[in-house]
T-cell receptor, first 112, second 115 residues
């Protein structure tokens, strides 16, 4: 079993829809939770960053962390065609020696 | 501010040939990473540097892969000899010291095809 599991998709939704992307994990030591967005043939870019449990909102994006369930989510409101990309969750325990573990990514397509 | 720069963007070689990838991190970022990304998968760490010291190379296949970061800035990742299974994207990333919190800045990657 992988430390981080992510629905591979692909996920296709109409423009304007609310998108929900999710990851589960097994390592209770994870404290830092990230969402990266990766456009085709580009490197990942950090989209959202959360420490411990709770919600964080940034414009149309909301990240949620539920440490008790070992479950994280990314919500995208009013989705746009420009949101079409692969979304990677990532997490770390935060110590200087810790690895950052990435999910396999969910491919998202927003239909105009 | 310039981002992480990688070259070449694309490389096609025949198996058993050597190949090298170069990375220039963001100025002031002491921590540098090389990741491997296979198609449809997330990045997997190959090696992490703090300045010029390799602090985590446990996932680097040392029989054919090598890396160096002279002077603690630019880095080179080498494969010799390349195998068919090495076809992937090699991503370089950098971060402020430590980097364990996950705020990484990635380059656009070097896409390797081994024939």
């Amino acid at each position: 079993q992988k430390e981080v599991e992510q629905d591979p998709g692909p996920l296709s939704v109409p423009e304007g829809a609310i998108v929900s992307l999710n990851c589960t994990y097994s390592n209770s030591a994870f404290q830092y939770f990230m969402w990266y967005r990766q456009y085709s043939r580009k490197g990942p870019e950090l989209l959202m960053y959360t420490y411990s449990s709770g919600n964080k909102e940034d414009g149309r994006f909301t990240a949620q962390v539920d440490k008790s369930s070992k479950y994280i989510s990314l919500f995208i409101r009013d989705s746009q065609p420009s949101d079409s990309a692969t979304y990677l969750c990532a997490m770390s325990s935060g110590s200087s020696a810790s690895k950052i573990i990435f999910g396999s990514g969910t491919r998202l397509s927003i239909r105009p | 501010e310039a981002g992480v720069v990688q070259s070449p963007r694309y490389k096609i070689i025949e198996k058993k040939q050597p190949v090298a990838f170069w990375c220039n991190p963001i100025s002031g970022h002491n921590t540098l990473y090389w990741y491997l990304q296979n198609l449809g998968q997330g990045p997997e760490l190959l090696i992490r540097y703090e300045n010029e010291e390799a602090v985590d190379d446990s996932q680097l296949p040392k029989d054919r892969f090598s890396a160096e970061r002279l002077k603690g800035v630019d880095s080179t990742l080498k494969i010799q000899p390349a195998e068919l299974g090495d076809s992937a994207v090699y991503l370089c990333a950098s971060s402020l010291p430590g980097g364990g919190t996950g705020e990484l800045f990635f380059g656009e990657g070097s896409r390797l095809t081994v024939l």
